[in-house]
Every structure is written in C-alpha cells, then in structure tokens.
DNA sequence: TTACAAGTGCAGTAAATTCTGCACATACAC
DNA sequence: GTGTATGTGCAGAATTTACTGCACTTGTAA
C-alpha cells in the first residue's frame, strides 16, 4: 500500500494530525506553499488510492485519512528495514543504539519508558526530560 | 541526493553487495525479472544522477556505486524518522524497543554489542546468536 | 439581491519513472 | 570466417507525479 510520495504524505501527515479537514484548512497549513488546485491533485490521487475519503459538508468536502498512521509506519519502516538493514528491526536498532550514544542507564530507563507507554504509539512521539 | 526510487534502489542494493557488476549480471539478481533494457535505463537515471560510475572492461561496462550505503540510510532514515517519529531518533528507538518485545538484559547485551562493533556499519547487520 | 470568498470539476502540461524494441558492435568458440 | 551470446546505443511509449488555469457553484454576510 504506502509509502506515499513526498506530496501525498505531506496531505496524510496533516490528515493523521487534524482528523478532518477541508482543501483549504490543508493549503493553509500546508509546509510549503502550495497553489490550492495543486493540493487537490494531491488528494484526487490519494482518493483514487483509497488512502482518503470524503465527505461533504455544505459546499466543501472534508477530507480524512483512511490509511492509519501506524499502518504506514509499520509498511515503511518493513521496507526501509529490508532496503538497509538485511531486513532486520534488530539491526537497525543496534544502529541506533550506536548513534544515540546513550548509557546503559540511559537505554534502561528508556526501555522501562517504552513499556509503561506500550498502548502509546510510536507516532505520538514524546520529549525526553 | 537519495532516496531512490523502487527500481534504484534493487540497482543500488546489487551494487552495493557485490561491488561491480555489469548489466547482465544485474540483470539476473535483479530481484524480479527485468528485460535488460530496462535494467539499463536504472543505470542509465543513476549514471546521470551521479549515484553510480562505469568503467568499460572488453566490450562490457562495469558499473558500481558512487553513493555510499552507509550515506543512503543515514538521508532515508532522517527522511523516515521525521515523517513518522516527529524527527525524533529516540521515538523510533523507544517503539522498536517495544515492539521487538526485548528483555532488559537482552536489551543491555545489544548496547554491549552495540559498543563492540562501533566501527561496523549497521547496513551490514549480523544475527545475534 | 448582490458581492465575494471559498469551494468545485475538469482539462491540460511538464517532468520523471518505468519499460520496450531494435539495429548494431564486439568477444569468443568453432 | 561464421555463429552466437552478450554487449551497446539509441528512440520511443505508457504511466505517474506534480503541477496550472479557468469557468462555474455555493454559502454567507452586507
């Protein structure tokens, strides 16, 4: 399914963070400017894709994500971790651990971390204090 | 630079485990089967991007990688983490630490092997025993 | 009811990606 | 030399992505 190209995950990210939203509320926030008839090539396809639906309210139609956030995640990181890292999540985690620089301390309060918010998706990610 | 688009990418991958190959050879390992004109085309897109380099040994071109792995994941993981995980290393780090469902000694016994091979690339992950 | 901002459908363009076909060249075996 | 397998250089075509422009509609407010 995903991943999205660079246009169409900027739509989705705003989709995963505002729940609905129409054309316009998308331009506005958009992170780059953007010319509203290019957004909504954006979303045709997206709609074509069935990552979007919409429904219509008024005169405008609000757009919301089909697609899960977690979902996308979870398809991207298989493909990133098939493309760099033998396909391997453990891999990529020793990579991170290296770069991270972090503790032994450090990486144990983050694991205790990691399973208090197991409910807490990763996509919702929190400051360290 | 990166990232690669899906075609490139299988390019690339090749490159990057076997060194130098020509087209036939890719053609293949090519993970699908391609017609070698269109596995030329990859090479030809990555030749003009300046990803990969060739070399004419006998009739043949050898063509290898100019852009490292090891600089490839570093721009895709950015990429990854700051679509999915706010920018943040530690977020990415905190849900595969739970969702590889680690012990806390497991976890430790990676950073220790973490630190070990600190000069290894992650791109070439080793199993854990 | 008129004006206007904000919305809609739709047609079309440009570039990149993906992929095809074909004529021709070159190394090598016989 | 003559095949033959394997290469090369094109010159496209189909599809997708990334846009643009424009005429038209609709809700709201003066």
New binding site residues.
Partial sequence: MPP?????LNVMRLLWEHGEL????L?TRFP?Q????????????LL??GHVS?R?A??????KAVTRRESAFRTTLREFVNAYCGGSNQALLLNLISSEKLSERELVALKRLADESEATPSTQPRKRK
């Fill in positions: 999205f190209t660079a246009g169409e129409k054309p316009g509320e331009q780059e953007i010319k509203n008839s290019a957004l909504r090539s954006y979303l045709t396809i074509e894709k919409r219509k008024g005169k405008a139609y609000f757009y």
